[in-house]
């Protein structure tokens, strides 16, 4: 192993032995040899599942490589590995270097003592004297940041204490390689910037991280490369943007659905909507109703999300036109109603969207046993990543006085891909200009020696 690879993973491979029953693990464990021993072919009573199959890879001393892929890609089980908590089936693993691992919250946690004696028992186990944990304590219990919880049993601690304790302890080892496995999806907002910070700090002394998550917002603030799995298979390996985009290319199925486009803001009235749902158009999506405001008014009862060929679809690129189509049905009369269709992000965060009463294009009349098709259409100047969509239906008087007659929140999520084309999170209409200076005078005053705008 060169004194720059640090992880070495030839060929790794990982099975199961899968039962259908319990009483074939014993047949399993005492028939072959029986059936060898009589000169029978053995029978096997179990089937193999490969969690992992013939992975390999080099990590070198200083990187920070994320590994992305969906549930049951085999990500937990290579970290496993690499940690040694379990054993290959195939393949080789050379490490170089004291490693940690954080893989699951609280592991080696005592639940009856408290936080403060157990940063004593894992600091003791990961071979730090009792002077050394002395001096590291109030930095541990500084990090941590739980305040006089450190002084009660850990049974009692919520999930982010748990894992701010966990954290604080592992990074104060001093390691030279730290494994993770989705510890840093746990706890605040505030909890997780503080783990960005540390693990920049320890990135940049030398130290090398090894994490598993499904956040590709960390993958492309942290990693200096990054691996997708997939069925237990390497499928990429390369540069954090390739890779997170590889993994939402995969995350969602396109159904193979044809539609015909929809004008922006178009309303359609009634008996043209009960026309156009009789036409051949795409699939409608599965909608998630956990979060339904409702007053007995108006239902969404199906929505379509296209992509710019009109096909049905949860995967975009960036800077293309998403159309969302709400099939409504009416069970009270209005004079005028408005309906918007937003994007959010995972914390909740309202992005954008469309809503016919801050653009001046409320609708109506409408009457009861009425149905209609409402489309909106919103362009998805986003940077990559994964995205909540909501809409619903509302009456309004004022910007603060409405009355919501149906909110549909968070009913799917939609994955935006591709290379990122502005500054930030989102495009903004923006304009650049540069000027001549001219020595004493204003330089606030100057005529613009280039300008231009970006919509």
Request: charged share 20%; glycine share 10%.
């Amino acid at each position: 192993m060169s004194s720059d690879v640090v992880i070495t993973i030839k060929n790794l491979s990982k099975s199961y032995q899968i039962y259908e029953q319990p009483r074939d693990r014993l047949k399993q464990f005492i028939l072959p040899s029986v059936q060898r021993f009589v000169g029978m072919q053995p029978k096997q009573y179990c089937r193999d599942f490969w969690a992992l199959r013939d992975i390999s890879f080099e990590v070198r001393r200083g990187e920070t490589i994320g590994v992305l892929g969906r549930n049951g890609s085999g990500k937990s089980t290579l970290l496993q590995m690499i940690s040694g908590t379990l054993t290959p089936s195939a393949g080789e693993i050379a490490i170089g270097g004291k490693i940690t691992a954080l893989l699951e919250l609280g592991a080696g946690f005592n639940p009856e003592f408290s936080g403060r004696e157990n940063v004593f028992l894992n600091a003791t186990i990961f071979g730090l004297t009792r002077v050394q944990i002395e001096q590291k304590f109030e930095e541990i219990a500084a990090f941590a940041d739980i305040g006089e919880f450190i002084e009660q049993p850990v049974k009692t601690y919520s999930s982010g204490m748990y894992a701010r304790l966990a954290f604080a302890v592992a990074t104060s080892l001093d390691p030279e390689i730290l494994v993770v496995d989705e510890i840093l999806s746990v706890g605040d907002v505030f909890f997780q910037a503080r783990c960005m910070r540390k693990l920049d700090e320890f990135r940049e002394r030398g130290g090398t991280v090894f994490f598993v998550t499904h956040d590709t917002y960390s993958v492309e603030r942290i990693c200096t490369r990054a691996i997708v799995l997939d069925k237990g298979r390497k499928v990429f390996e390369g540069a954090t943007a390739d890779a997170v985009n590889v993994y939402y290319k995969m995350s969602r199925e396109e159904p193979p659905a044809q539609a015909q486009a929809v004008p922006s803001g178009q309303v359609v009235a009634a008996g043209q909507a009960e026309k156009a749902l009789l036409l051949p158009i795409a699939e409608p999506i599965p909608v998630r109703r956990d979060h339904v405001v409702d007053d007995g008014t108006v239902y969404i009862d199906q929505v379509y999300v296209l992509n710019a060929h009109g096909d049905t679809s949860l995967n975009h690129l960036v800077g293309d036109w998403v159309t969302v189509k709400l099939h409504i049905y009416f069970l009270a009369d209005y004079d005028q109603l408005d309906f918007g269709v937003g994007i959010r992000d995972r914390s909740g965060t309202l992005i954008g969207g469309a809503h016919t009463f801050y653009s001046g294009h409320s609708f109506g009349p409408v009457r009861a046993g009425e149905r209609r098709v409402l489309t909106a259409r919103i362009k998805a100047e986003l940077m990559p990543g994964e995205y909540l969509l909501i809409a619903g239906l509302a009456q309004h008087d004022s910007l603060q006085n409405y009355r919501e007659c149906y909110g549909l929140y968070d009913f799917a999520a939609i994955s935006i891909t591709g290379n990122r084309k502005f500054w930030g999170a989102v495009r903004l209409p923006t304009e650049i200009e540069t000027t001549n200076a001219v020595p004493g005078t204003d330089p606030g005053r100057q005529d613009a020696q280039a300008f231009s705008t970006t919509n």
